[in-house]
């Protein structure tokens, strides 16, 4: 979990900073090169996220809430 707060943080920064670079008018080779690096930097992201081996005991019946739903007819 560690590693993929990482991914995520890591990710989130260079799309910021791409973002920001690209307002305040810095030369198009160096926007277009973290452009290039932000497509990677996702790509890892995804792959980190699908690839961990988080699981859980909810189903699609418990709703995946972030707190216990008693049903009716549970006991």
């Known amino acids: 979990m560690k590693t993929m707060k990482f991914s995520i943080y890591l990710t989130t920064a ?3 900073l ?3 670079l690209t ?3 810095v030369s198009f080779p160096i926007v277009f ?3 290039i690096v932000s497509q990677i930097v996702l790509v890892y992201m995804i792959y980190r996220i699908l690839t961990d081996k988080y ?3 909810r189903t699609f019946e418990d709703w995946y809430g ?3 739903v008693r049903r009716k ?3």
């Open 14 to 16: 260079v799309v910021v």
């Open 18 to 20: 791409y973002t920001l």
């Open 23 to 25: 307002q305040m008018g």
């Open 33 to 35: 090169m973290l452009f």
């Open 55 to 57: 699981q859980t005991q």
């Open 66 to 68: 972030g707190k216990d």
């Open 73 to 75: 007819n549970q006991k």
